[in-house]
Nanobody, 122 residues
Framework: QVQLVESGGGLVQAGDSLRLSCAASGLTFSSYVMAWFRQAPGKERVSVATIGRTGVSTYYADSVKGRFTISRDNTKNTVYLEMNNLKPEDTAVHYC???????????????WGQGTQVTVSS
């Protein structure tokens, strides 16, 4: 049974930092592209960052580029999202996802975590 479990969310002030973690089990982690998506209240789920199987290739949404860093540790079956200089517009439930192909589209990802809430106050 594949499981992705996010952690690290919380309530912070604008300008603060958080590191999200997603621990994967039940799959060959290094065979999967990993991604972070987020969904704000009343909004569609959107891609935040994507990382290739080896960690060499990355993608960031324009809204987070320069502030967020996605990374992975294939020895720990874990993907991270380091979020710096957080802004109120970053407030959302953040989900990690695993897929076989490189994509920024939700429907390309086979497995999803339960989500972790990030709330940024001003």
């Amino acid at each position: 049974q594949v499981q992705l479990v996010e952690s690290g969310g919380g309530l912070v002030q604008a300008g603060d930092s958080l590191r999200l973690s997603c621990a994967a089990s039940g799959l060959t982690f290094s065979s999967y592209v990993m991604a972070w998506f987020r969904q704000a209240p009343g909004k569609e789920r959107v891609s935040v960052a994507t990382i290739g199987r080896t960690g060499v290739s990355t993608y960031y949404a324009d809204s987070v580029k320069g502030r967020f860093t996605i990374s992975r540790d294939n020895t720990k079956n874990t993907v991270y999202l380091e979020m710096n200089n957080l802004k109120p517009e970053d407030t959302a439930v953040h989900y990690c996802a695993a897929g076989r192909l490189w994509s920024m589209a939700q429907n390309a990802y086979e497995y999803w975590g339960q989500g972790t809430q990030v709330t940024v106050s001003s």
